[in-house]
């Protein structure tokens, strides 16, 4: 054993405080501790400069020190004229910023697009602040008042029915359809070899067509007096809000739930009938702007919301069908899933415009656009089922068996506790389909319509300002555009990702 | 007492060819508390979560508060709405509150008026004790706080029968003892229930009945004190000796 001697120690004078010897704070602090503290560090600083150097410097030359700002044609835009080399040669786009926003819209119809878009921003802008109240009448408001209404307005004309009308015609299309089926049979009868068997199951097709005609003819018989009676929309209007508002007060458990179902429903009612006056629909509505007309940013930005708007629904439905245990719904979603995640965008496309008026009866045709809307919905719609199978499989088993044990059915149980789960966890894939399918609304102009892409091409022929950089200026500005587009969209979601996941936090 | 609330009688289940439940019979009256033990894999939560039809089964039949539950499921939703249950991973819903966790139900499936479920929810979550975190996530919660919630949550729907599958074998000891607590009181305002547990404390004190459970068949059911005190077969008497230690 050794002895260990313990010394004692009493501080005399306390030690002041001094700065320290190297700065670690501030910018230079900053530059010393996180840009310069190692050789690998020294040189990826050096590296990250060059880069900016070599791009956001040309950049900003090329856009605003080069750039010519004023001009009435290309000669604004000429080397020789301007005195220095020139980069963006913005006079272009600002001559032909209306065909870039607009397409060929009519220049005197142009306030109805400008009106559609305040309108749509004053909707979702509220929709998107967290804070707000009247969520979910907002969200009717936008998801299902709005779009009508920007049909209206964009597109115009008026209506002559209403839903009595609608369904009446449906149904009458859907009853010709099998009479017409059944004749096809009865015809081919003739010449096959298996004629008899035809010939029997035709007119049996046939037979069932008539007797549909049958069962709906008091729903076109009452159609036929109301067009007849040259009422316009409003006793079809009267008619269907009774049949509606009957149904939903039977639905929602009669007088013992009391009469706010009712009363909604008739708000509702009196809502579309407002609409209905103050656009004079029962009277032509707006002039007609056929959507070959349509074009540049207005395009981009229909395809791209409807786009986003439908394939969500399209997508929870399938994901949802994937997991079924009904083997035809099942098989089914996989079908679907697989198909269409399976052929490119431009091959829909292409399929929806030209080969599918082949496939539809003869005197049903539909719109360029609506086409190209249907073909990206369905497409980006199989994506978005497959970015939530994901979120699906991540929520607990536990969870759905919790649900069920408190007695909630399948709906309540899927919609209440397992999708709004699911969803939280696959915000961002749904969002980067989002970014995705606005800008693959580029594609469309392959098809003959002119989004924003498809129109600056269009005004790069324009011999009145071919010069040097008039492509450039083109790309670079529609680039901005999409960029806020895209920008904001993935900024949002991380906003929305961070609020509904505060659970996580502990 | 001759009118049993839960009544369980042949009861057969197969996975694919492995037969979980084997010719099961039991009997639950009003009030009852029932301990259910026995080896892992003996199917003992398979048993409680064919009463409230969480699980199919094949043969026999089970009758909860006279509605009656046979091999094809009808009234499912009719049996589910009277019996209650606790998870042994609690199952909270995470992005709910306390509180949303426990006026979804009386909500969505009794239609009760949104004040009221929550003036019903908060008198149980007082009943647990846990009345000041209402508005808490349960992530940010203990699992001894999770699981009395969960408890909780299950009495909003007035259940006649209570279902626990090892309510306590997620929790650190020390939370243990606060969930038992719990299930005590309860039991001892009369709920009629079925534990799943290992707790022989538990047993001794509140169970009428204990039932073991050995290859998906009933070995032996008898009062607490003549199961532990003079077991009959050799498999209970391995078993007690394997956990009494
Ligand atoms: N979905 C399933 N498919 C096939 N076999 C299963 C399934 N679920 C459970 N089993 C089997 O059934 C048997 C009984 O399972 P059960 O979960 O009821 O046991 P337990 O008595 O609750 O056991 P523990 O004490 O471990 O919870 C086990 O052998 C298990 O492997
Ligand atoms: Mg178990």
């Given at each position: 054993?050794?002895?260990?001697?313990?010394?004692?120690?009493?501080r005399?004078d306390?030690?002041?405080e001094?700065?320290?010897p190297v700065k670690?704070?501030?910018f230079?602090?900053?530059?010393?501790?996180?840009?310069?503290?190692s050789?690998?560090n020294?040189l990826?600083?050096?590296l990250?400069l060059?880069l900016?150097w070599?791009?956001v410097v040309?950049?900003?030359?090329?856009?605003?020190?080069?750039?010519?700002?004023s001009g009435?044609?290309?000669t604004?835009?000429?080397?020789?004229?301007a005195?220095?080399p020139?980069?963006?040669?913005?006079?272009?786009?600002q001559a032909?910023?209306?065909?870039?926003f607009?397409?060929?819209?009519p220049?005197a119809?142009r306030?109805?697009?400008?009106?559609t878009f305040?309108?749509g921003a004053v909707?979702?802008?509220p929709?998107?602040?967290p804070?707000?109240p009247?969520?979910?009448?907002?969200?009717?408001l936008?998801?299902f008042?709005?779009?009508?209404v920007?049909?209206?307005?964009?597109?115009?004309g008026?209506?002559t029915?209403?839903?009595v009308s609608w369904?009446?015609?449906?149904?009458?299309?859907?009853?010709?359809?099998?009479?017409?089926?059944?004749?096809?049979?009865?015809?081919?009868?003739?010449?096959?070899?298996?004629g008899?068997?035809?010939?029997?199951?035709g007119?049996?097709t046939?037979?069932?067509?008539?007797?549909?005609h049958?069962?709906?003819?008091?729903?076109?018989?009452?159609?036929?007096?109301?067009?007849?009676?040259?009422?316009g929309?409003w006793?079809?209007?009267?008619?269907?809000a009774v049949?509606?508002s009957?149904i939903?007060?039977?639905?929602g458990?009669g007088?013992?739930?009391?009469s706010?179902p009712l009363?909604?429903?008739?708000?509702?009612?009196?809502?579309?009938?407002?609409?209905?006056?103050?656009?004079?629909?029962?009277?032509?509505?707006?002039?007609?702007v056929?959507?070959r007309?349509?074009?540049?940013?207005?395009?981009?930005?229909?395809?791209?919301?409807?786009?986003?708007?439908?394939?969500?629904?399209i997508?929870?439905?399938?994901?949802l069908?994937r997991?079924?245990?009904?083997?035809l719904i099942r098989i089914f979603?996989?079908?679907?899933i697989?198909?269409?995640?399976g052929?490119p965008?431009?091959?829909?496309?292409?399929?929806a415009?030209?080969?599918l008026?082949?496939?539809?009866p003869?005197?049903?045709?539909?719109?360029?656009l609506?086409r190209?809307?249907?073909?990206?919905?369905?497409?980006?719609?199989a994506?978005?089922?497959e970015?939530l199978r994901?979120g699906?499989?991540?929520?607990?088993?536990g969870?759905?068996?919790?649900?069920s044990a408190?007695?909630?059915?399948?709906?309540?149980?899927t919609s209440l506790?397992?999708?709004?789960q699911?969803l939280?966890h696959v915000?961002p894939?749904?969002?980067n389909s989002?970014?995705?399918?606005?800008?693959?609304?580029?594609?469309?102009s392959?098809?003959a319509?002119?989004?924003?892409?498809?129109?600056?091409?269009?005004?790069?022929?324009d011999?009145?300002?071919t010069t040097?950089s008039?492509?450039?200026?083109g790309?670079?500005?529609i680039?901005?555009?999409y960029?806020?587009f895209?920008?904001?969209?993935?900024?949002?979601?991380?906003?929305?990702?961070?609020r509904?996941?505060a659970?996580r936090?502990? | 007492?001759s009118?049993p609330?839960?009544?369980?009688?042949?009861?057969?289940k197969?996975?694919?060819?492995f037969?979980?439940?084997?010719?099961?019979d039991?009997?639950?009256?009003k009030?009852?508390?029932i301990?259910?033990?026995?080896?892992s894999?003996?199917?003992?939560s398979?048993l409680?979560?064919?009463?409230?039809?969480?699980?199919?089964?094949?043969?026999?039949?089970?009758?909860?508060?006279?509605?009656?539950?046979?091999?094809?499921?009808k009234?499912?939703?009719?049996?589910r709405?009277?019996?209650?249950?606790?998870?042994?991973?609690?199952?909270?819903f995470?992005?709910?509150?306390?509180l949303?966790?426990?006026?979804?139900a009386?909500?969505?499936?009794?239609n009760i008026?949104?004040k009221?479920a929550?003036?019903t929810?908060?008198?149980?979550l007082?009943?647990v004790?846990?009345?000041?975190?209402?508005?808490k996530?349960?992530?940010?919660?203990s699992?001894?706080?999770?699981?009395?919630?969960?408890?909780?949550?299950?009495l909003?729907?007035?259940?006649?029968?209570?279902l626990?599958d090892e309510?306590t074998?997620?929790?650190?000891?020390?939370?243990?003892k606060?969930v038992?607590?719990?299930?005590?009181d309860?039991?001892?305002?009369?709920?009629?229930?079925?534990v799943v547990?290992?707790e022989m404390?538990?047993?001794?004190?509140?169970?009428?009945?204990?039932v073991?459970?050995d290859a998906?068949?009933i070995?032996?059911a008898?009062?607490?004190?003549?199961?532990f005190?003079a077991?009959?077969?050799?498999?209970?008497?391995?078993?007690?000796?394997?956990?009494?230690?």
């Amino acid at each position: 054993m050794t002895d260990i001697v313990a010394s004692s120690f009493v501080r005399q004078d306390l030690v002041a405080e001094r700065p320290a010897p190297v700065k670690t704070s501030g910018f230079v602090g900053f530059v010393r501790t996180r840009l310069l503290n190692s050789p690998t560090n020294i040189l990826l600083t050096i590296l990250g400069l060059l880069l900016v150097w070599y791009t956001v410097v040309p950049a900003i030359k090329f856009l605003l020190v080069d750039a010519v700002w004023s001009g009435k044609d290309r000669t604004a835009c000429l080397a020789e004229n301007a005195g220095h080399p020139v980069g963006a040669c913005w006079p272009f786009i600002q001559a032909k910023s209306t065909q870039l926003f607009y397409g060929f819209y009519p220049e005197a119809e142009r306030w109805r697009v400008n009106l559609t878009f305040a309108l749509g921003a004053v909707l979702l802008l509220p929709l998107l602040v967290p804070r707000l109240p009247a969520k979910s009448l907002n969200a009717g408001l936008f998801f299902f008042a709005f779009p009508a209404v920007a049909f209206f307005l964009l597109h115009g004309g008026g209506i002559t029915g209403f839903g009595v009308s609608w369904v009446a015609g449906l149904l009458q299309l859907f009853a010709d359809s099998i009479s017409g089926a059944g004749a096809i049979l009865v015809g081919l009868s003739k010449t096959s070899a298996a004629g008899p068997l035809l010939w029997a199951a035709g007119s049996l097709t046939a037979l069932i067509g008539t007797l549909l005609h049958w069962v709906i003819f008091p729903l076109t018989w009452l159609r036929d007096q109301m067009q007849a009676a040259g009422q316009g929309p409003w006793l079809d209007l009267s008619i269907t809000a009774v049949i509606v508002s009957v149904i939903l007060f039977m639905l929602g458990g009669g007088a013992r739930a009391g009469s706010r179902p009712l009363m909604a429903s008739l708000a509702t009612f009196a809502g579309i009938a407002a609409v209905i006056k103050l656009m004079g629909l029962d009277h032509g509505g707006l002039p007609i702007v056929d959507t070959r007309l349509w074009g540049g940013l207005l395009v981009t930005l229909v395809i791209a919301i409807t786009g986003i708007v439908a394939s969500l629904p399209i997508g929870i439905a399938l994901a949802l069908g994937r997991r079924s245990t009904i083997p035809l719904i099942r098989i089914f979603s996989i079908t679907y899933i697989e198909f269409w995640r399976g052929v490119p965008l431009i091959t829909v496309l292409f399929f929806a415009t030209y080969m599918l008026p082949l496939f539809l009866p003869g005197n049903f045709t539909v719109d360029g656009l609506v086409r190209a809307l249907i073909g990206v919905s369905l497409f980006t719609g199989a994506y978005q089922a497959e970015n939530l199978r994901g979120g699906l499989a991540a929520v607990p088993r536990g969870q759905s068996e919790a649900a069920s044990a408190l007695g909630l059915s399948w709906w309540k149980t899927t919609s209440l506790i397992v999708l709004p789960q699911a969803l939280r966890h696959v915000i961002p894939a749904i969002v980067n389909s989002f970014i995705s399918l606005f800008k693959d609304t580029s594609l469309v102009s392959i098809v003959a319509l002119f989004d924003l892409l498809g129109s600056l091409r269009a005004s790069f022929a324009d011999p009145v300002w071919t010069t040097p950089s008039t492509a450039f200026t083109g790309f670079a500005f529609i680039g901005i555009i999409y960029f806020i587009f895209c920008f904001g969209m993935s900024r949002y979601s991380l906003f929305v990702e961070r609020r509904l996941n505060a659970h996580r936090r502990n | 007492m001759s009118d049993p609330i839960v009544n369980i009688s042949g009861l057969n289940k197969w996975y694919g060819e492995f037969h979980v439940l084997r010719d099961i019979d039991l009997e639950v009256e009003k009030g009852e508390r029932i301990v259910i033990c026995g080896p892992s894999g003996s199917g003992k939560s398979t048993l409680i979560r064919c009463v409230n039809a969480l699980e199919e089964f094949q043969e026999g039949e089970i009758v909860v508060d006279g509605i009656e539950l046979g091999p094809n499921l009808k009234h499912v939703d009719a049996v589910r709405r009277e019996v209650g249950m606790v998870f042994q991973s609690f199952n909270l819903f995470p992005h709910l509150t306390v509180l949303d966790n426990c006026t979804l139900a009386p909500i969505w499936v009794r239609n009760i008026p949104k004040k009221d479920a929550e003036a019903t929810a908060m008198k149980f979550l007082e009943r647990v004790k846990i009345p000041h975190q209402a508005n808490k996530f349960p992530g940010q919660m203990s699992g001894g706080q999770q699981q009395r919630v969960a408890i909780a949550r299950a009495l909003t729907m007035n259940p006649k029968v209570m279902l626990f599958d090892e309510p306590t074998s997620a929790l650190d000891p020390e939370m243990v003892k606060e969930v038992l607590d719990t299930m005590v009181d309860l039991a001892e305002e009369g709920m009629t229930m079925l534990v799943v547990t290992h707790e022989m404390g538990f047993a001794k004190e509140v169970a009428n009945r204990v039932v073991f459970m050995d290859a998906g068949q009933i070995i032996e059911a008898n009062t607490p004190n003549e199961f532990f005190a003079a077991p009959q077969h050799a498999r209970t008497k391995l078993f007690l000796s394997q956990i009494l230690r």
